[in-house]
């Protein structure tokens, strides 16, 4: 097993289920992983809870005080709900079980294997760079909403700028280091300080725009950040 080519994703819920499921997009998606493992890579893609896991997270504050654990296991099956989905739509080239624990030992065969959420205080995020851990892989790429990360919140702050890379140290002290349930990060905050441990690389793009996905995985300059 080369685990150069290995490519781990952090598939954002938002690009999933941004409100209702995004078919359209998923089978975009699909054509180009597809042709990729033709190519010979190798993918471990987990899940985010998207929508879904914002609807539930927010119906339960509604009718009962919620603590954080609960919140955390809402977005944990709303994770495991669209991996089933992901496994689905690459079931001829997928391992058949989602990996549902990132450090469990999986050797699998197949072109693809799906992972979801873990355990509560464990985003997607962490999952991910968990999982390169586990699979001795360095580098891993973030599909999300943005296209770049920013030296503060764009939404709030006009003169926000783009940061195109960035150490670990710098990162951090951005995102902070407390994780939340339902945080909007662009990369959370445990997540980067294990990455940063494992000295490990985190590339964050728009999935939106799967040519520039497709730029990154072909080792050319894409749109985006890189956080090493």
Known sequence: MKNERIII??????LIVPEEIDTSWLKEFKKLIDSKTEEGFRFIIIAGGGKTCRKYQNAAKEIIPTDSEDLDWLGIHSTRLNAHLIRTMFKEKAHPKIANDPNEKIN?????LVAAGYKPGCSTDHDAVLLARNFSVKKLVNLSNIDYVYDKDPKKHKDAKVIKQISWENFRKIVGDKWTPGLNAPFDPIASKEAQEQGMEVAIMNGKNLDNFEKYLNEKEFIGTRIK
């Open 9 to 14: 994703v952090s598939l954002g819920g938002s």
């Open 108 to 112: 699998f065969k197949e072109k693809i």
